[in-house]
């Protein structure tokens, strides 16, 4: 069955106040923005967004973020939104900054049915502040929980009407990740081709994570910081 939808709308009819949302994408690389878009226009609110990053001030997540539909964020890197830290340091914002690597490792274990794991990733910092510890080899480890999205949104190169997706090169960073750890996935891509296409062996995203494919145009692909030769 083909799961095409021919209107964004369609795929986020559900989502409501207070939802959590699995967001990929690498700083603005392979990011979501007709999604990103859907939800700002149709203003749900309260919303937790877990993101590597949230964007800039006028694109991407930060287009929830100017609108206050956020209410937490769960993020590893943040240094780009002005936004962001405006509301941080208000009291809008409710943030989690969480390691890369166990940011990754947390929706990979949701995807994968898996409800926590443990790190040496932040163990004696104030990562660990509350969180259980235990002893392995004569090492100490943090337990940390996975996480799993009421909604996944995603970026991809190239889809069949399965849902099966190709991404490109670094927007195969958190992409993969987040399209498994959602309830709901949506993918917006470049192209669709029929079932039979692509080649198995070139899949990243198998299918059955997937529950709407939309196809985009007109992407920005906007570059997030212009760093010309010679410059520092």
């Known amino acids: 069955m083909s799961k095409v939808i021919n209107d964004i709308n369609e795929g986020i009819k559900d989502l409501k106040d207070g939802m959590t949302l699995v967001v990929g994408g690498f700083g603005l690389c392979g990011i979501p923005e007709h999604s990103i878009k859907a939800i700002k226009d149709k ?10 990053n949230c964007g800039v001030d006028d694109f991407g997540l930060g287009l929830l973020l100017h609108d206050k539909q956020v209410k937490k ?7 780009e939104n002005k936004t962001f830290e405006s509301q941080y340091l208000s009291g809008e914002l409710e943030v989690e900054l969480t390691p890369q690597g166990t940011l990754a ?13 443990y790190t040496k ?25 996975s996480i ?4 996944a949104l995603v970026k991809a190169w190239k889809a069949d009407k399965l849902g099966n997706l190709i991404y490109r090169k670094t927007a ?14 949506i993918a917006e891509v470049e192209e669709i081709v ?35 030769k010679g410059e520092k």
Do not use: W
Request: with cysteine.
């Open 105 to 117: 490792e947390k929706l990979r274990a949701g995807g994968a049915g898996i409800p926590g794991f």
């Open 43 to 52: 203003g749900t609110k309260d919303l937790t967004v877990v993101s590597n």
């Open 194 to 228: 029929e079932v039979g296409e692509l080649d198995p062996d070139q899949i990243h995203t198998p299918g059955i994570y997937v529950q709407h494919v939309y196809l985009g145009d007109n992407f920005e692909k906007r570059i997030e910081r212009t760093v010309l």
């Open 172 to 185: 195969r960073n958190f992409n993969p990740l987040c399209a498994t750890a959602g309830k709901i996935t």
């Open 121 to 145: 990733t932040g163990v004696g910092t104030p990562i660990a502040e509350g969180k259980e510890t235990k002893v392995f080899n004569d090492e100490e480890y943090l337990l940390e929980e």
């Open 148 to 151: 799993v999205g009421d909604y």
């Open 73 to 79: 964020m769960i993020s590893s890197y943040v240094g």
